[in-house]
């Protein structure tokens, strides 16, 4: 069952554009979310992150929504930059010990075009 | 300087070995995972293993096997291997598994392909 979910499995941008990625999560468990961008032969990176207390955090050209309500989340990211180009994990976790290990959604497939 | 890393980076061999992929980080933390990379792209976590502490995905069948010699290492043992388990596999490292906020700072993965 997939906890975590990554409807989109690609999104074409135009550089300077507004990127928007979607997540989506059905656990109510989860209270601690992460996005982490991956090139091709290397590991995720992490990006940005946020707790289940906030609904945005910002972090330079990366912005995380977070609607619990709605169980769902979003990386913006503006402007975009051809550099940006990567899959983008988002991830969940719950708190307390034994807690933080970190469930996967698929990945999308960012692409900023020139 | 990696902070994490992970060797080889590239195994191919055949089905019915036995192999080990080796995992090192210089980041002093606490915890190490070890995580899979299947073909339909999820990353499943397989391992955490936090001062002597090791927590098993249920799902993994019991040929994985993760040995540390030091906080620094997590290997990844596999007996019997089996097409199966061709995937790229993950090393990653936080500083405090008690601590749900911890970033995971990943490996470069390792491709396995079992023939």
Known sequence: DQQVKQNS????????????????????????????????????????????IKDKNEDGRFTV?????????????????????????????????????????????????? | DTAVSQTPKYLVTQMGNDKSIKCEQNLGHDTMYWYKQDSKKFLKIMFSYNNKELIINETVPNRFSPKSPDKAHLNLHINSLELGDSAVYFCASSQDAGLAADTQYFGPGTRLTVL
């Open chain 1, 65 to 114: 929504f977070l609607n619990k309500s709605a169980k769902h989340l979003s990386l913006h990211i503006v402007p975009s930059q051809p550099g940006d180009s990567a899959v983008y994990f988002c991830a969940a976790s719950g708190s307390g010990a034994g807690s933080y290990q970190l469930t996967f959604g698929k990945g999308t497939k960012l692409s900023v075009i020139p």
């Open chain 1, 9 to 52: 499995p690609s999104l074409s941008v135009q550089e300077g554009r507004i990127s928007i990625l979607n997540c989506d999560y059905t656990n109510s468990m989860f209270d601690y979310f992460l996005w982490y961008k991956k090139y091709p032969a290397e590991g995720p990176t992490f990006l940005i992150s946020i707790s289940s």
